[in-house]
């Protein structure tokens, strides 16, 4: 079946590294992608979005990079710190009836270490 | 705005009894989503509306759960009876549009024993 799923499930880090989480994805027709951080206690909270018609992404700190042929998507976070430590997913609208569902993947653990 | 609001933040109940979580979305978004959040399934999607209308509810788990949204800005997800193996955070989230991103409630902690 197809899914959205990660390469790493930890990834540790030193406050100041750059950090990087992967995210593979196998449904060729999904058209819209999203990073989501989250913290103990808390529920997903939005950090960056990708559409298919581009390939890079910037925020603040942060960059999603989206690579359509080999169905790969990756959060780059800038000068990692502290308080990225938390749980990333990556999420996938995937189109089914004329809507797009959210669907998950399994989520990346980001420790930093000070 | 406040956000996605749930509640109860934390639930425990025993087996077999009837369990109500609720949720009150962003105001304006026109599209609701109920969550189960595990260790072994992660973020999984139960159901979600659009304009308070069920659209797809084929990640309820059974017929032990159902939801309703009976206006734009009220939700409840209702389990009956509850068993053990339902415990798990429930997330609401809703967004505006379709194919936008979600804003989450900080979550129900549900524990059935």
């Known amino acids: 079946g197809e899914s959205v799923g990660l390469h790493l499930p930890t990834l540790s880090v030193q406050e100041g590294d750059n950090s990087i989480i992967n995210c593979a994805y196998s449904n060729s027709a999904s058209d819209y992608f999203i990073w989501y951080k989250q913290e103990s206690g808390k529920g997903p909270q939005f950090i960056i979005d990708i559409r298919s018609n581009m390939d890079k992404r910037q925020g603040q700190r942060v960059t999603v990079l989206l690579n359509k042929t080999v169905k790969h998507l990756s959060l780059q976070i800038a000068a990692t710190q502290p308080g990225d430590s938390a749980v990333y997913f990556c999420a996938e609208n995937r189109a089914t009836g004329g809507s797009y569902i959210p669907t998950f993947g399994r989520g990346t653990s980001l420790i930093v270490h000070p | 705005d406040a956000g996605v609001i749930q509640s109860p933040r934390h639930e425990v109940t025993e087996m077999g009894q009837e369990v109500t979580l609720r949720c009150k979305p962003i105001s304006g978004h026109d599209y609701l989503f109920w969550y189960r959040q595990t260790m072994m399934r992660g973020l999984e999607l139960l159901i979600y509306?659009?304009?308070?209308?069920?659209?797809?509810d084929s990640g309820m788990p059974e017929d032990r759960f159902s939801a309703k949204m009976p206006n734009a800005s009220f939700s409840t997800l209702k389990i009956q009876p509850s068993e053990p193996r339902d415990s798990a955070v429930y997330f609401c989230?809703?967004?505006?549009?379709?194919?936008?991103?979600?804003?989450f409630g900080q979550g129900t902690r549900l524990t059935v024993v």
């Open positions: 989230a809703s967004s505006p549009q379709m194919n936008t991103e979600a804003f």
């Open positions: 509306f659009n304009n308070n209308v069920p659209i797809d």
